[in-house]
C-alpha cells in the first residue's frame, strides 16, 4: 500500500484513534477471558438471548474493530463509524446495568452507574473524532500549503478557506 493512499491525520488524532484501539483490544480481551463474569451484568435480562454468548460476541467484536482501527487506515474512516455504532448498540447494556441496578466493575451507585453511562457519547465522538482525515480546506493544511507554495496572503486565502 502505497503511503499517499492514506488519508491524513493529525497527531492527536492517531493518537486517539490508537488509544481507542488499544481499549477496545484490551476489553475484547476481557470479555473473553478475565472479566466475563462482569460483562454478563451488563447484558440487558431482555435480550433473547444466553448473556455468556452475548459477552463471547461483543468480545470478537471488540478485538476485531481494535485490530482494524490499527490495520486498516485506509478504511479508518469506514472503521470509525462501525465503531461509533457498534457503542451506540451496546448502550443499551450500560443503561440496563444502571436501571438494573447491577453491580459490576467497582459501578455500585447509582451515582457511579449514571457518571459512567455520560461516556458512552464520548466513546462515540472519540471514534468519529480520530477516524475522520482531515479537511483539505481546513486552516492549518491552508497555511501549510500557503507555505509551501511562497504566498503570503493569508487574508484572502483564510477567508476563501472558511466560505
Do not use: Y
Not at 451488563?42 to 435480550?47: E, R, T
Not at 467484536?61 to 485506509?74: C, N, Q
Not at 468519529?128 to 484572502?156: F, I, M, Q
Request: hydrophobic share 45%; proline share 6%; net charge positive.
Amino acid at each position: 500500500m502505497a503511503r499517499s493512499d492514506i488519508p491524513t491525520s493529525t497527531a492527536p488524532r492517531t493518537i486517539a484513534r490508537l488509544a481507542l484501539a488499544a481499549a477496545l483490544l484490551f476489553a475484547g480481551f476481557s470479555h473473553l477471558f478475565w472479566a466475563r463474569k462482569e460483562f454478563r451484568s451488563q447484558v440487558p435480562s431482555w435480550v433473547p438471548m444466553d448473556a455468556d454468548a452475548v459477552v463471547v460476541a461483543s468480545g470478537a467484536v471488540e478485538i476485531g474493530l481494535g485490530g482494524a482501527l490499527i490495520a486498516l487506515p485506509r478504511e479508518r474512516r469506514r472503521v470509525g463509524w462501525v465503531v461509533a455504532a457498534f457503542f451506540t448498540a451496546i448502550f443499551p447494556g450500560n443503561i440496563a446495568q444502571f436501571t438494573e441496578k447491577r453491580e459490576a466493575f467497582g459501578l455500585d451507585s447509582d451515582r457511579a452507574r449514571g457518571i459512567r453511562l455520560l461516556f458512552q457519547p464520548l466513546l462515540v465522538a472519540v471514534a468519529l473524532w480520530s477516524t475522520a482525515p482531515v479537511s483539505p480546506r481546513s486552516p492549518r493544511r491552508c497555511r501549510e500549503s500557503r507555505s509551501e507554495h511562497g504566498e503570503h496572503n493569508g487574508d484572502e486565502h483564510e477567508r476563501r478557506a472558511h466560505d
